[in-house]
């Protein structure tokens, strides 16, 4: 065999041994970027999965947030209409024709006087309404009855909103229309939600 012989062989073998370590570079170099590729495709998966629990949970919180919301601006609304019925059932009662308010005021202190000598109290813009002389037809109606008609108009004004309060000695029963409407609305508030907003 020649040199020329033994070069040609060399630079064959080389050309050869090149080529296949081309080939399994090319080779090695796709596997990575295939590999990089499923590991870039696995981590886009696990972001995507990541970001949509963030965005259910988030979603979730706004939508219980505002449900909560809503139920309470619901909530408060129904306060203020039941608030306003009362407000006008007080108002209503109050602007009673004299007559109508006065049985009303009367039936209110026979219903609960127990001895017949209370002083009767009374707010001072039911002064003109409520005077001595209907306190005095009050006991007249008592005595008639059997009973003891010694029941006296107080002096002292309440800050009370119509009705009156009832007093003996250091104890006297509040039947003022706010007290009675308070005491009717606790009784009735769930019956009256009930009608108004189902």
Do not use: C, W
């Not at 007559?99 to 001072?124: A, M, P, Q, R, V």
Request: aromatic fraction near 6%; hydrophobic fraction near 35%.
């Amino acid at each position: 065999m020649t040199i020329k012989d033994i070069n040609d062989k060399i630079i064959s073998d080389a050309k050869i041994q090149a080529s296949k370590i081309i080939t399994q570079a090319e080779d090695n170099a796709n596997n990575i970027i295939k590999k990089g590729e499923k590991e870039a495709d696995n981590v886009k998966k696990v972001i995507l999965y990541k970001y949509n629990q963030e965005a259910s949970l988030k979603k979730s919180k706004i939508l219980t947030e505002a449900n909560l919301e809503a139920k309470k601006n619901i909530l408060l609304e129904k306060q203020k209409i039941m608030e306003d019925v009362f407000d006008k059932t007080l108002e209503s009662i109050a602007k009673l024709n004299s007559k109508d308010y006065l049985n009303f005021i009367k039936k209110l202190i026979l219903d609960n006087i127990e001895s017949g000598d209370e002083t009767i109290f009374i707010d001072h813009l039911d002064r003109i309404k409520i005077s001595k002389s209907f306190i005095e037809d009050i006991n007249k109606e008592l005595k008639s009855q059997g009973e003891k008609g010694e029941l006296k108009l107080s002096t002292a004004y309440l800050p009370i909103k119509g009705g009156v309060v009832v007093g003996s000695g250091k104890i006297r029963k509040n039947i003022s229309l706010e007290f009675l409407l308070k005491k009717i609305r606790e009784e009735l508030e769930i019956q009256i939600s009930k009608d108004l907003f189902n």
